[in-house]
């Protein structure tokens, strides 16, 4: 199956140079191929000697930075732009640069901050930046200002897109930075042991409270006396605790929002499972993240991809064939559909298809790909 999806026919829009593309386009397939980012595994699936394909890929690492094609992948007509870190353990790694200790004190490793756009339960990446209790000490820097770099990096694609945040970005120097860029947010608070001051335009301190199976709705109340915010509660039956959110946006279109904000951890399971990002390996940081931004570009082809498959076997026969849906799911799909990410299904389902109805999915989902990294997503279909 994988051979047939003519990797080079979607790398050839995220880079510049033919060569560099093709070259590009060898490793992807190598990855999708081996499930895994290891330099080791992907040289024995490409083509020819493996020795002289582990100095191939190392010599195309110095020569691109395949972070500025990720970036490509940017969905212009995107509702938000979800950011949300992940741990990468690396517990054998005690003398690699990069590498620092984990939430638990004791796990080596690094953490992974991803940005991405929503795209039918998952999320399309297009951006990232790594970093470690190690680099944040050595770098006189700290977690805030890498959260910080990463979402400077994206500030003028974002525009009044809203960024999708979770608890650990609930603190008040990211809001006020938000702020001075006049841009939007929508933030779950963390109240933990010590909740936020929270005031009203009248000055008094507010205290949030909500029962259960309600919605309650708090406008306009400063963040620790600063930053003005609506915040939006909901405690749906069967949950121990409520969701509380705050941002700049209506209250209740906040709370929308954040709530389909679930679709970056399914992307994170997807990677880690499937693709088995948590294994990657190299002993310097930039190949490191050289190589996390081939795999994320191997995961968004082979999303895609998937997605179109998944739509072709399991959906009605009412779903046209061999055509993308864009943000939207098939309207009647069976229990299978609803069991697999499209890339569940191609990278570990047998697929049976004629010739015909694979290249037809195949180009549809090249069309798509070409309008996603150009700019008009109107193209799917």
């Given amino acids: 199956m994988l051979n047939s999806i003519h990797i080079s026919q979607f790398v050839q829009f995220l880079f510049d140079r033919e060569d560099l593309a093709e070259k590009a386009a060898q490793i992807i397939q190598a990855i999708l191929e081996s499930r895994s980012p290891r330099l080791s595994n992907i040289s024995h699936r490409m083509r020819g000697n493996p020795d002289a394909n582990y100095k191939a890929i190392q010599r195309f690492l110095g020569q691109v930075d395949p972070r500025e094609a990720l970036a490509r992948l940017f969905q212009e007509e995107a509702p938000f732009v979800i950011a949300d870190p992940t741990e990468i353990p690396r517990p ?3 003398k690699t640069a990069y590498v620092g200790t984990l939430k638990d004190g004791k796990t ?6 991803m940005l991405a756009t929503p795209f039918r339960g998952r999320a399309i990446p297009c951006g990232f930046v790594t970093y470690s209790s190690r680099t944040i000490a050595e770098g006189v820097t700290s977690r805030n200002q890498e959260h910080d770099r990463a979402f400077q990096s994206i500030k003028d694609l974002v525009g009044e897109r809203p960024l999708v945040l979770d608890r650990e970005f609930s603190y008040l120097s990211l809001l006020e930075n938000f702020v001075a860029e006049k841009m939007n947010f929508v933030i779950r608070l963390n109240l933990g042991s010590h909740p936020p001051l929270l005031i009203n335009t009248e000055g008094r301190r507010v205290e949030l409270t909500i029962a259960p199976g309600e919605t309650a709705v708090y406008p306009q109340l400063y963040y ?5 915010v ?4 909901t405690w749906k039956k069967g949950f121990r605790k409520p969701l509380w959110v705050m941002t700049n946006l209506a209250p ?3 709370l929308e929002i954040y709530q389909a904000r679930v679709k970056i951890e399914e992307s994170f399971r997807d990677l880690k499972s499937l693709l088995h990002l948590d294994k990657i390996v190299n002993k310097k940081q930039s190949n490191m993240e050289k190589m996390v931004a081939l795999l994320l570009i191997a995961y968004a082809i082979g999303l895609l991809v998937g997605e179109s498959l998944r739509d072709h076997l399991y959906a009605s026969s009412e779903q046209a064939p061999a055509r993308i849906s864009g943000q939207q799911e098939p309207a009647h799909k069976s229990k299978h559909w609803k069991l697999y990410s499209g890339l569940f299904v191609l990278l570990k389902q047998k697929i049976t298809l004629t010739h015909q109805a694979l290249e037809q999915i195949i180009l549809a989902v090249q069309r798509a790909f ?3 990294v150009l700019g ?3 193209c799917y279909v």
């Avoid at 620790?224 to 003005?228: F, I, P, T």
């Avoid at 609506?230 to 509660?233: D, E, P, S």
């Fill in 252 to 254: 209740e279109k906040g």
């Fill in 370 to 372: 070409a309008c996603l």
């Fill in 108 to 113: 080596k490793g690094f953490w992974l901050l």
């Fill in 376 to 378: 008009d997503v109107r």
């Fill in 92 to 94: 054998q790694a005690k």
């Fill in 230 to 233: 609506n915040v939006i509660g």
């Fill in 224 to 228: 620790r006396g600063q930053v003005l």
